[in-house]
């Protein structure tokens, strides 16, 4: 079983609606999660990251993470066809000088106007 | 300000042949990466390296060798390619400080490597 599971997609959603990405975890030591966007043949770009549990927004974006379910999510409100792209959950278990990423395999997003 | 620079960007090698992936960063990062992403794998590191004169094994070194050259450069090498090296090759970065703030990852813009 892969420490991080993240459904593949593809997932197509019209312009303006909200999309919701999410991944599951089993390794209870990650206490920082990451979100990144990687637009075809480019490489990723972090996009949103949160400690712990909780929620954090950013513009047309909120990362939720719940630690007690080791879940962890994306919403996009308002999507727009320039969100099309792969979008990747990343976690750590960080101590200094070993900011080692486990990444889900990422979820493939289309945004049709 | 050019982050994360990766050479060369796309690559055929045949069975066998050597090859070196070279990576340099310009934003005084201490940490360097290099990852593989494979469909279906997501992205998997190979080796890193904490700071300048140390390398460590990530996930997936078999069949690699890899070079902190300085506090800049990170270089990987294939030194005999086999098919199931094919795969789309990142650098990153990351500032390696004493304090965590999420956003010190940066990647490049990836290496397109196929072995025949």
């Known amino acids: 079983q892969k420490e991080v599971e993240q459904d593949p997609g593809p997932l197509s959603v019209p312009e303006g609606a909200i999309v919701s990405l999410n991944c599951t975890y089993s390794?209870?030591?990650?206490?920082?999660f990451m979100w990144y966007r990687q637009y075809s043949r480019k490489g990723p770009e972090l996009l949103m990251y949160?400690?712990?549990?909780g929620n954090k927004e950013d513009g047309r974006f909120t990362a939720q993470v719940d630690k007690s379910s080791k879940y962890i999510s994306l919403f996009i409100r308002d999507s727009q066809p320039s969100d099309s792209a792969t979008y990747l959950c990343a976690m750590s278990q960080w101590t200094f000088g070993n900011e080692k990423l486990t990444f889900g395999t990422g979820t493939r997003l289309t945004i049709i106007p | 300000n050019a982050g994360v620079t990766q050479t060369p960007k796309f690559q055929v090698l045949k069975t066998g042949q050597s090859m070196t992936l070279q990576c340099a960063q310009d934003m005084n990062h201490n940490s360097m990466y290099w990852y593989r992403q494979d469909p279906g794998m997501g992205l998997r590191l190979i080796y890193y390296s904490a700071s300048e004169g140390t390398t460590d094994k990530g996930e997936v070194p078999n069949g690699y060798n890899v070079s902190r050259l300085n506090k800049r450069e990170f270089s990987l090498r294939l030194e005999s390619a086999a098919p199931s090296q094919t795969s789309v090759y990142f650098c990153a970065s990351s500032g390696g400080d004493s304090t965590y703030s999420g956003n010190t990852i940066y990647f490049g813009e990836g290496s397109w490597l196929t072995v025949v």
């Open positions: 390794n209870s030591a990650f206490q920082y």
């Open positions: 949160t400690y712990s549990s």
